[in-house]
């Protein structure tokens, strides 16, 4: 399937898609949301290594990235962080950029980033970052992919809403492109998704969600 860009509405100045009547990110904290659930939830930074793979199920608004990048920065890191998202619906830059400028100083981390997705470009390299926008279906395009992840962010839209995000043979294709030792973070704690990625040979926790959300989920690779 080829990507399709995603039609957006802006419900109280979140992002909402149209096509899964879901948020892009927290109504309450998006910034906060996504430390929590990708960051914490991944145990991060401390797993930070020279050469650290991060991959994502469902690019958005480019916010997870950014915050990866940040704390990346923070800890001075030699060489890039690797980032690799797969999306099947991206998001007009014009509106990421919109979606981005509701958390202070976040446009401008990701800038450089933004100007290569809107001149074309799906790849991007810096000192810091290395990044790559896999467009079409991940159930698709994972399989191909010849990477493997220290860190998995699991961000799609709700498995209600979302359902083909989170597939049992999708979710088996992340464990077989995660390095050993590696893990993975989303927000949903839905019992199905939970199950999916202990078969695919994660060990699951249920832990504590961000704000009124009283469950997300974790897991790594033995």
């Not at 991944?42 to 020279?50: E, G, K, V």
């Not at 690799?84 to 981390?109: C, D, I, K, W, Y």
């Not at 790849?123 to 698709?140: I, S």
Request: hydrophobic residues 45%.
């Amino acid at each position: 399937m080829q990507s399709q860009q995603a039609d957006v509405a802006w419900t109280d100045g979140v992002p909402v898609s149209v096509r899964f009547d879901d948020p892009y990110y927290s109504k309450a904290d998006g910034l906060a949301e996504t430390r929590h659930v990708f960051v914490a939830g991944n145990a991060l930074p401390a797993r930070f290594y020279p050469g650290f793979a991060v991959a994502e199920l469902g690019f958005g608004t480019g916010l997870t990235l950014a915050v990866m990048r940040m704390a990346w920065g923070a800890l001075e890191e030699p060489g890039p962080l690797r980032f690799t998202s797969f999306e099947a619906f991206p998001m007009p830059v014009p509106e990421m950029r919109a979606a981005l400028s509701a958390f202070p100083g976040v446009t401008e981390v990701l800038e450089d980033v933004l100007a290569t997705l809107e001149g074309g470009a799906t790849t991007f390299e810096a000192a810091d970052l290395r990044f790559e926008l896999v467009l079409g279906d991940a159930r698709e395009t994972l399989p191909e992919w010849e990477g493997r992840a220290d860190a998995w962010c699991l961000d799609g839209f709700s498995p209600a809403k979302n359902p083909e995000l989170w597939d049992p043979d999708l979710m088996a294709q992340v464990a077989r492109h995660t390095a050993p030792g590696g893990s993975f973070a989303t927000y949903t704690a839905a019992g199905h998704v939970r199950r999916a990625l202990a078969a695919a040979g994660f060990e699951v926790a249920r832990i504590p969600g961000f704000g009124r959300k009283r469950h997300m989920s974790v897991g790594r690779l033995p």
